[in-house]
């Protein structure tokens, strides 16, 4: 089994709902991403995935959709201050927690047909979660 991994660097802000801790006020995050990729077999240039096409697929989808974004779930009622104003924002369907947006990356690279098994967000230097399909 061949293993290989990368890590993407992003910014993001988000605020949880239902939450009485600090995190339920908007605030940002330096976010550390690993994407681990694995498979039995490897392609006629000896690799299991290149790591360009990591980065020319899921670190651009980062980039362009999460990137100094405000990840909200669909429910927060600020969304219509962002819309007002312009703001960049992505919402999902879920509270923005560390687990679901590292839920979410996982997803979109198992979209890019990557073989994906564990995706790890750094929310901070110290607190990470991970998520395994």
């Given amino acids: ?3 290989i991994t990368q890590e993407i660097h992003f910014c993001y802000g988000h605020r ?8 339920r006020h908007l605030h ?3 976010a550390r991403v690993q994407i681990i990729l694995e ?4 392609d006629e240039r000896g690799m299991l995935i290149d790591f360009s096409d990591i980065k020319a697929k899921l670190r651009t989808w980062i980039d362009d959709e999460l990137d100094h974004r405000m ?3 669909k429910d927060d009622p600020v969304l219509e201050a962002l819309k007002d ?3 960049p924002f992505f919402v999902i369907d879920d509270n923005p927690t560390a687990e679901n ?3 979410l990356i996982y997803n979109k690279a198992v979209d890019f047909e990557f073989p994906v098994v564990e995706v790890c967000l750094w929310e901070t230097p110290n607190s990470q979660a991970t998520y395994r399909g």
């Fill in 1 to 3: 089994m061949y293993r």
């Fill in 16 to 23: 949880l709902l239902n939450y009485s801790g600090k995190c």
């Fill in 28 to 30: 940002g995050h330096n």
């Fill in 39 to 42: 498979g039995a077999d490897l």
């Fill in 71 to 73: 990840i909200l779930c």
């Fill in 85 to 87: 104003t312009e703001e």
């Fill in 101 to 103: 947006i590292a839920r």
